[in-house]
């Protein structure tokens, strides 16, 4: 079999130029492109940068885009990419540094981010070198599935966030996060969440949900975002803006029966975070001046509210 | 002159494997600045690819067990010629270091009552393994890792070491470059610990990944410390064969742990053919205590499937010679059997084994729940290595330590499956100690400029080379593998050694002449080029010994002489750096105390 390749290619160093290089490879019909990949430094181009380390799908070094889609190039086959006709594109991952080709800076990346969200069990003292704890398995699965992640760095590199703002810790170190904040042997849950809610942490995801469409475990980084959301709420660590937001929404509809869009945007920001308060300033003008302004004080209660308070308190009830 | 930054540390870790990271670990718990090493990104390393287990005598699954059953079964698989200090040391201490790894935050997979969960394994006598799922390297090293962040090591991710600075007679650290931007860093330690894996990509096939290159053994060797037992190369027997791009990934032994059974390609069940004297007692003599076995008979005996692994490796590669192997060379290894005997079998072995069923399906388009898959022996892993002290982990070479396994000694001529992972644990907890220790007892060193001088020289060599015959590092490398497979692989025979020695000294005078393209920065042939000196090295080494060892033992099989020879069996090959080139000496074993002897002897009845 005959494949094209046209693949990224950039020197270190800041001010150097991105391209591409073509090559034309001879391959067995089951081919991966990692494959195509080390034929062609091994016999055409030994300049050529990229990483790999096991070769099969355990250890998620070799992160890569083929054709506008991220995966590994040891799992991914030429045969059909091949059929189709044309060059088959290769580059490196989105959303992280690249330092020469196809290798990625993952200091920057996913260390750096992973060291912030204090990644060790802290034990509840259950845990002993004489004995070992008996633990149900059940319990533990949780734990396991997210102990299972081998940092290949498809969930951030789907994420979409990162993009915006790349200081967004991101789903990886979040789900790093999440595997001890599940551990029934890990008594720092507070503090834990405490760090997760400073800004860049778990707030700022937007649960687009395509970080758990990436993961090739099943590890679902999302779903645990919004799990530890939730699990801030339970203690009562809600003093940030989108904690705050969601509180003085719930509040609204619970007192008032519906939205009460002047308060939202006050407390959201924080009542004494005038810098804040003060950013809402043009907007509230702009509102007033169309007679549009929401003001607080002259919301009333809707027709009803006091059904609607009764199913959040059902609800509210049924989540104990 | 040459340009380098310089690092100070107390113990200088290279590698970070489970043993490099376990010693990591330790020497910092000890109050050492430790720097850790890795040739490649953190959490890479092979530790991640066991899937089988950690071997350790808790005995939750079967209280039978305990360190002396441990000790002797170790002992029995490495043929006697294991360093029994070391076994001993290893059956002793692994249950402590498993049960401290979950309080450091592993979760192993756990028995009904909510212990710890043990597997069968090749060699073992009672169910031993602690496992998660078919990941436990996985989380092992994640575990580490975690713990390691947590202690505040000094990490050099991509950095590889080119050789090791002395100072007189005691190791002073080490010269590396990073493979980012192609600078060099000067190390410098009281305590060096070697944690660098093994020597697989000496081989053609191979279930190792490109960083195994015997970077370890060869720069130990050339500090002047001892290497042992380098004969014993261990060949898994079950590697997958096909598709060819993945030949030789392994594929594990927990798949006959689980009741997976052998079968040629007329369907015949072979290793029933040939149980060896000293197992027979041991082993089942049907197919329906086999399995009972599996499904955890206390009563029943293990399958053959189950024998050591030098043993159902030799027995793969006689179907595969006779005539009798499968479509791509190899023989059938079907798991899919069971559901004749159990319901659910296919979401049995989807839960058992969740990488291997992945695996297959990814790579090779095979649903193991459904058909049998074809498999043949992979090199896997080097028994022989760093001659050390069995208690401390100390080389030859005062203050280089080593552990793991570029470590020679607790696995003696064939190493058990499940008995790496405790190793790492054991011996990387007991290197790290010492280590701390040594750097602890002894003054600061002092640089030879000229080492360091040298050791650039010679790196940079293949950006200089212009003699118009030039040579790729691609190529070098590929011969070396090819032969090595073909000469000194699993049937062994004088006169092809003798040609493989004759090609390692002809490919070590080309290797002089390879010349790379490029710059510094990340520049693999470059990488490669350097690499080459170890492989020729370790590859030399193996020969040498394997010339040497006229007998048949564990892992090591010679066609010329098939059978087991007592007197050798009292010694261990050594290999030392000489004026004259690679010294070999046999060195008998050291006496082994009456207690140890008596728990054999106990054992074998």
Request: with cysteine; net charge neutral.
């Amino acid at each position: 079999m005959q494949a094209n390749f046209s693949v990224y290619r950039k020197e270190p160093g800041a001010g150097s130029k991105a391209g591409r290089s073509t090559y034309t490879v001879e391959l067995p019909e089951d081919a991966t492109v990692i494959d195509a990949l080390l034929k062609i430094r091994d016999e055409q181009d030994p300049t050529l940068g990229f990483r790999g380390s096991c070769l099969h799908g355990y250890c998620g070094d070799c992160t890569v885009r083929i054709n506008g889609k991220a995966g590994f190039s040891c799992a991914v086959k030429v045969a059909p990419l091949a059929a189709k006709g044309g060059e088959i594109a290769v580059e490196p991952i989105r959303n992280m540094p690249v330092i020469k080709d196809l290798i990625s800076d993952w200091d920057t990346f996913l260390w750096d981010k992973i060291d912030v969200i204090k990644p060790w069990l802290e034990p509840n003292g259950a845990a002993s070198l004489d004995g070992e704890e008996l633990i149900d398995d059940k319990v533990m699965a949780k734990v396991r599935q997210a102990m299972s992640c081998f940092y290949c760095g498809l969930c951030d590199e789907g994420c979409t966030v990162l993009p915006v703002d790349f200081k967004f810790v991101g789903p990886a170190a979040l789900t790093k996060a999440s595997r001890f904040l599940c551990d029934p042997r890990d008594h720092a849950t507070a503090e834990r969440l405490r760090i997760l809610e400073r800004p860049k942490g778990m707030w700022d995801c937007v649960h687009c949900f395509e970080a758990s469409e990436h993961c090739p475990r099943e590890i679902a980084p999302t779903e645990r975002i919004i799990e530890m959301r939730d699990m801030a709420f339970k203690h009562g660590i809600t003093n940030e803006k989108v904690a705050r937001h969601h509180h003085s929404f719930a509040n609204s509809v619970r007192n008032s029966g519906w939205l009460d869009e002047g308060r939202l945007a006050i407390e959201s920001e924080g009542l004494t975070n005038i810098k804040g308060l003060m950013k809402l300033l043009p907007t509230a003008a702009k509102a007033v001046a169309r007679g549009k302004a929401p003001i607080p004080f002259l919301h009333h209660k809707r027709p009803g509210a006091d059904k609607i308070a009764r199913i959040i308190e059902k609800a509210e009830a049924k989540e104990k | 002159m040459v340009q380098y930054d310089t690092h100070e540390h107390d113990v200088l870790v290279i590698g970070a494997g489970g043993a490099g990271l376990r010693a990591a670990i330790e020497a910092s718990a000890q109050g050492a600045k430790v720097g850790l090493v890795c040739k490649s990104l953190l959490g890479k390393a092979h530790t991640v690819m066991a899937e089988g287990g950690v071997a350790a005598a808790l005995a939750n699954v079967d209280d039978r067990d305990n360190w002396k059953v441990h000790f002797a079964d170790t002992m029995r698989g490495g043929q006697y010629v294991n360093n029994w200090r070391m076994a001993e040391l290893h059956a002793k201490e692994a249950p402590d270091r498993v049960r401290e790894l979950e309080a450091w935050g592993a979760v192993f997979d756990r028995t009904k009552d909510g212990r710890i969960l043990q597997r069968n394994f090749g060699g073992h006598r009672y169910p031993r393994l602690a496992h998660v799922g078919d990941r436990t390297g996985l989380e092992m090293i994640r575990t580490l890792q975690d713990y390691g962040i947590h202690k505040g090591i000094d990490v050099f991710m991509e950095f590889t070491i080119i050789g090791l600075i002395k100072d007189g007679a005691r190791v002073a650290g080490a010269f590396a470059y990073d493979r980012e931007r192609g600078l060099f860093h000067l190390f410098t330690a009281r305590a060096v610990v070697i944690a660098t894996g093994g020597i697989g990509r000496a081989y053609k096939i191979t279930s190792n990944s490109w960083e195994y290159t015997g970077d370890g053994q060869a720069m130990a060797y050339d500090a002047g410390a001892d290497l042992m037992d380098m004969e014993f190369v261990q060949f898994h027997p079950t590697g997958m064969v096909w598709p060819l791009s993945v030949a030789g990934i392994l594929v594990t032994e927990g798949v006959r742990g689980e009741g997976g059974i052998l079968k040629n390609k007329d369907g015949h069940r072979f290793m029933f053919d040939d149980i060896p004297e000293n197992y027979r007692q041991q082993t089942a003599d049907n197919e329906e205590e086999g399995w009972r076995y599996c499904q955890g008979d206390k009563n029943a005996r293990r399958p053959p499937e189950l024998l050591t692994r030098d043993h159902v490796a030799r027995c793969i590669v006689r179907e595969i010679k006779e005539g009798r192997g499968s479509p791509h060379g190899g023989v059938f290894l079907d798991i899919a059997w069971i559901k004749k005997k159990i319901p659910n079998a296919e979401e049995h072995i989807k839960r058992k084994l969740p990488s291997m069923y992945h695996q297959f399906l990814k790579l090779a388009d095979i649903d193991i729940t459904k058909v049998p898959m074809e498999v043949g022996p992979t090199t896997h892993y080097m028994m022989g290595g760093i001659r050390v002290d069995g208690d401390s982990q100390m080389s030859t070479v005062p203050g280089l330590f080593a552990a793991g396994e570029s470590a020679a000694g607790l696995h003696g001529a064939n190493r058990l499956g499940g008995n790496s992972l405790s190793d790492l644990l054991v011996f990387g907890k007991r290197a790290g100690e010492y280590a701390a220790k040594f750097a602890k007892e002894n003054g600061p060193v002092a640089v030879d400029q000229r080492q360091i001088e040298e050791l650039g020289r010679r790196a940079l060599a293949p950006f200089e080379e212009n003699s118009g015959n030039h040579e790729s590092p691609y190529q070098i490398q590929k011969e070396l593998q090819t032969r090595m497979q073909e000469l000194v692989g699993i049937v062994r025979r004088e006169d092809e050694m003798n040609q493989a020695l004759e090609l390692i000294g002809e490919l070590k005078e080309r290797a002089k002449h390879v010349r790379v393209e490029g710059n510094r920065m990340y520049n693999a042939g470059w990488h490669l080029s350097i690499d080459l000196h170890n492989l020729l090295t370790v590859s030399e080494a193996i020969t040498r010994a394997a010339l040497v060892r006229k007998e048949s033992r564990g892992a090591h099989f010679r066609d010329d002489y098939p059978n087991k020879d007592n007197t050798l069996g009292g010694f261990n090959v050594v290999l030392r750096k000489s004026t004259e080139g690679m010294k070999v000496s046999m060195e008998p074993l050291r006496e082994m105390p009456a207690e140890l002897k008596q728990i054999i002897e106990e054992q074998q009845k």
